[in-house]
C-alpha cells in the first residue's frame, strides 16, 4: 500500500465500537499505513427504544437484511465505505447481518476473546444474594447461585433486562417456573451497566468480550456463565473488518490482520445461521468449540437442539483452508460445501425446520 494513502475506518461513536476501531487503526498504523477515523450515527443509534425486530424501515432500494434488526447499526457505516468517504468498518462479527451487502467484503477477523455471556447483578439482587449464600455470594458455583435465584420470589422484584432473543430463550429455559420479567434493554454496555447500577434491572446480560474491551468487568457483580451453560451467539467475541471488495491494496494489508482459527470458528457458527436464516425474531445460540459443534433455536414456544463432533479429516482440511483464505472466501467456499449440507441434514433431523425456514446450501463444492 502506498505510503500517501490514507485509510479511513467508518465507525459509531459508542465507546465499544471505538475501542474496536482504534484496535485495527493502531494494528495497521504498525504496517506503517496512515489511519482516520470517520464517526457514524446510525439508524440503530437514533432509535433507542423497544426492540429492532420490530422496526423496519421503509426504503425499497435498501436490501431486507439493512431494513430491521442489528442491520439498522451496519447501514449508515456500510455506506459510508460504498461511496468512497470511508475504506473500512470494524464490527463486532455476532452483530453483522449474516447476508453479505453488494460490493462489500469481510476482510479479516480479529483474534476470539471470551465468547461466554455475563450476568451482571443490581446491588439490590447482590444484597438479597448475600442473605442467602453469604459475603461474596458470586463467588459461588454457578450452580449455587442459580438455585439462589430460583428460590426467590420475582414477583416482587425488578425486572430482567437483555436486547437478544436467545439470551430471553436461555433465561425462560433456566428459571422455567421463576417467572422472570423479562425486559427489553437498549443501549450501549456503559448505559446498560449504569441502569443495572441504579438499580432499575435485578440483573442485566451481555457478552463478556464488550465488558473486558473496556476493562469494565467485576467479579464483585457479574458472573460469567461458561458456554456449556449458556450457549453463545454465533461469533461472539470476534471482530470482523470490512472493506471494498475491489480494493486489492487493502485487502492485502488487511491479510496480515486475519486470525485462520476465529476466522474458521465464525465461518462454521456463521454457516448454521447462515442454514437458519437466522433473524433477530428467532432465539438461535451456536458455538464451536474443538469440533464439537454445539445449537439450539426456539420460536413460538416450540424448541430444537443439535450437538455434532465434525470428522476430524474433513476439519483438519478446513483448518489449512482457513490459514491460505480470508474470511470472505472460507465462508463462501463452507456455505458452498458437502459439509453444509451434512449440517443442513442435521438441523433438519434435529426439527430446525419446524421453528424457521431453512435455506438449502449451493450443491457447487
Known sequence: MTSARIVRI???????????????????????????????????????????????????????????????????????????????????????????????????????????????????????????????????????????????????????????????????????????????????????????????FSFIMLARAGIDRLNLYHTESMLTLPAQLSTPAPAQGIVAIECRDNDAQLKQALSVLNHPHSSLSAAFERTVLWLTGGNCHTALAVHLEDRNLTSWAEARGLRSSLQMTLELKAFEDWQTKARTSNHAQLFDDLRRSSLARSLHTQLLNSGYDKLMTLRTPDSSE
Do not use: C, Y
Open 10 to 200: 467508518a465507525t459509531r461513536k459508542s465507546a465499544l465500537a471505538l475501542w474496536q476501531a482504534n484496535t485495527v487503526k493502531s494494528l495497521l498504523e504498525g504496517q506503517g499505513i496512515q489511519v482516520e477515523l470517520n464517526l457514524v450515527v446510525t439508524s440503530g443509534d437514533k432509535m433507542q427504544r423497544g426492540a429492532l425486530a420490530e422496526v423496519s424501515l421503509d426504503d425499497p432500494n435498501l436490501p431486507a437484511h439493512l431494513k430491521t434488526g442489528k442491520g439498522l447499526f451496519v447501514k449508515e457505516v456500510q455506506e459510508e465505505i460504498l461511496a468512497g468517504r470511508a475504506d473500512l468498518a470494524v464490527h463486532s462479527m455476532k452483530d453483522l447481518p449474516v447476508e453479505t451487502t453488494q460490493g462489500l467484503h469481510v476482510a479479516a477477523v480479529l483474534p476470539r476473546a471470551n465468547p461466554a455471556d455475563v450476568m451482571i447483578f443490581s446491588p439490590d439482587l447482590l444484597r438479597i444474594l448475600k442473605d442467602i449464600l453469604g459475603a461474596n455470594p458470586l463467588q459461588k458455583t454457578t450452580l449455587e447461585v442459580f438455585q439462589a435465584l430460583k428460590s426467590l420470589d420475582w414477583t416482587g422484584l425488578k425486572p430482567v433486562g437483555t436486547t437478544s432473543a436467545r439470551r430471553q430463550g436461555f433465561l425462560r429455559d433456566a428459571f422455567a417456573g421463576a417467572e422472570l420479567d423479562l425486559r427489553v434493554l437498549r443501549g450501549n454496555v456503559d448505559t446498560r451497566l449504569g441502569r443495572a447500577e441504579a438499580n432499575e
